[in-house]
């Protein structure tokens, strides 16, 4: 079995870029569905939200039962019912059409999804040791991110020379060619000790341990997740599309809107393994950590509002970029603000609730951008998210208000 002569490093790369290669159809969607909705055989606007957002939904009651699934079978199995789930997912967003085929097909997505990241942690997991369990972590989750790169990226780009059904069908194959690899790349044995750990962390969920600051620091997870990933994910597409009036031109190609918004979003996702590090240090050495998150969320609130309100491009993309840099730090004080947390609480429920929170806060983003749509513009979606910031960041400054009081009686 190729698999067992592996080294460490060699088996996270091979289940990253198996999961990297499953992604390429979700991130294209968020792309192209935002614009060519109608080509999909949707009737109206709102159908987008429920569509980019029903799989992280189906994620929520599903992960505890993958969890259970890994107790008693094979990483391998899940990973290779996950490929193929993915596959026809994606497949069936160039061939299907209309709301109720798509829909079925985003869930199965949800559920494909729930096998390959439960199985890729789990693979770490059994790959990894004490002295090296953070650097494969940390390889794998940068290595999977090339597939949301490339997703947008291409899928931007390509969809305007080529045709919808071509892009996805491609991205497909690339999924159904891993198939034969799995039985060759992922081990056969079971991994019940860490496959326990994984599914144990997900069932009783006792409440109880959550003090007003741990409930803050999960208000904050669900917005950082509805902000980040779920409005700008879901509205970049349309946002872009409403200023992009002249179009531009690369080696007398022009630059198509879906081409523009992949390329911002791709953007982002290259200069993360660089930039979330130095972030990440400056948290670290900052002792008034809490105090921290004002600072991405100050400059989110801020950029939000203008993004309802510019309507020129080129200072659009000048504020989406300062955008892009303030939730690269969101992100990275949110997720340091709930590992600290779970360092003085229970770290296992801790650390699910965050997982549980940001994914509920991405699913509910598009869900709601794309109801206000339906009845408002796209400038009233950026003017509530930024109100809803607004709120987080004045319960912080309360918080921090009470933490000094009984310092100054001191």
């Given at each position: 079995m190729i698999f067992e002569k592996m080294n460490s490093r060699s088996k996270v790369v091979?289940?990253?870029l198996i999961t990297a290669v499953t992604?390429?159809?979700?991130?294209?969607l968020f792309i192209v569905l935002p614009l060519y909705w109608q080509d999909f055989g949707l009737t109206e606007v709102w159908q987008v939200g429920v569509l980019l957002a029903i799989n992280r939904f189906v994620r929520l009651p599903i992960t505890p039962l993958?969890?259970?699934?890994?107790?008693?079978?094979?990483?391998?199995v899940g990973i290779l019912l996950a490929v193929l789930l993915a596959g026809l997912s994606t497949l069936s967003y160039g061939l299907a059409n209309g709301f109720i085929v798509l829909?079925?097909?985003?869930?199965?997505?949800?559920?494909?999804w729930s096998f390959i990241r439960l199985g890729g942690m789990l693979t770490v997991v059994s790959s990894s040791e004490d002295h090296n369990r953070g650097k494969l972590m940390g390889l794998y989750n940068g290595l999977w991110g090339l597939g949301g790169l490339t997703g947008m990226l291409a899928g931007g780009f390509f969809i305007d020379i080529f045709s919808i059904t071509a892009v996805t069908t491609v991205f497909a194959i690339g999924s159904f060619l891993l198939l034969p690899f799995i039985y060759l790349l992922i081990p056969k044995t079971e991994?019940?000790?860490a496959a326990q750990e994984a599914a144990n962390k997900f069932k009783n969920l006792d409440l109880s341990f959550l003090t007003p600051y741990t409930r803050l620091v999960i208000a904050t997870s669900a917005t950082m997740g509805f902000i980040v990933l779920g409005i700008f994910?879901?509205?970049l597409s349309t946002l872009i599309g409403q200023s992009y009036d002249e179009q531009?031109?690369?080696f007398g190609t022009i630059i198509s809107i879906t081409a523009l918004a992949g390329a911002i979003q791709a953007f982002r996702w290259s200069w993360e393994p660089f930039i979330a590090p130095l972030f990440g240090r400056m948290v670290d050495r900052t002792k008034n950590k809490h105090g921290l998150i004002l600072i991405p969320l100050s400059f989110s609130i801020i950029t939000f509002w203008l993004l309802g309100y510019v309507d020129i491009i080129v200072p659009l993309l000048i504020v989406i970029f300062v955008f892009q840099i303030a939730s690269t730090m969101f992100v990275t004080v949110t997720d340091t603000l709930a590992a600290g947390a779970a360092a003085k609480t229970d770290s296992v429920k801790m650390m699910t609730l965050h997982t549980i929170m940001v994914d509920l806060g991405a699913a509910f983003g598009p869900l709601l951008s794309f109801f206000i749509l339906f009845w408002f513009d796209l400038n009233m979606v950026f003017y509530v998210s930024s109100m809803i910031m607004t709120v987080l960041a004045v319960a912080w400054l309360i918080y921090g208000i009470?933490?000094?009081?009984?310092?100054?009686?001191?």
């Open positions: 091979a289940i990253a992604v390429l159809g979700d991130s294209m993958v969890g259970l699934f890994y107790k008693k079978y094979d990483v391998r829909l079925i097909m985003r869930m199965c997505w949800g559920i494909a991994e019940k000790k994910a879901s509205s531009w031109t690369l009470k933490q000094k009081k009984p310092m100054s009686r001191a």
